[in-house]
Nanobody, 117 residues
């Protein structure tokens, strides 16, 4: 079965940086898109960044220029977060699907908390 395991969350002061990683296993489709979402304390969910199998990346306006998504050949996706703001506090989830348009309907990880103070 498909499994996504996130790591790297934690607490950081505003202006600081954090890196998240997500290891994907069991995904056998021929094409994939991986990405990151977050959900804040108000349960508002936001798509942050995606990277497809061609390496094309897209970002939400709220994180463009501050966050960087990347992936390696071992099906691990990363999110580098710089210049963190208080409003970036949320549970961060990685996801994978066959297309970026359907990423929100794909497989998700368990989430990792990021707290900016």
């Amino acid at each position: 079965h498909v499994q996504l395991v996130e790591s790297g969350g934690g607490s950081v002061q505003a202006g600081g940086s954090l890196g998240l990683s997500c290891a994907v296993s069991g995904y056998t489709f021929s094409s994939e898109c991986m990405g990151w979402f977050r959900e804040n304390a108000k349960k508002e969910r936001e798509g942050l960044a995606t990277i497809d199998s061609d390496g094309i990346t897209r970002y939400a306006d709220s994180v463009k220029g501050r966050f960087t998504i990347s992936r390696d050949t071992a099906n691990t996706v990363y999110l580098r977060m710089n210049s963190l703001k208080f409003e970036d506090t949320a549970v961060y989830y990685c996801a994978i699907s066959d297309t970026c348009a359907a990423l929100h309907l794909g497989y998700w990880g368990q989430g990792t908390q990021v707290t900016v103070s």
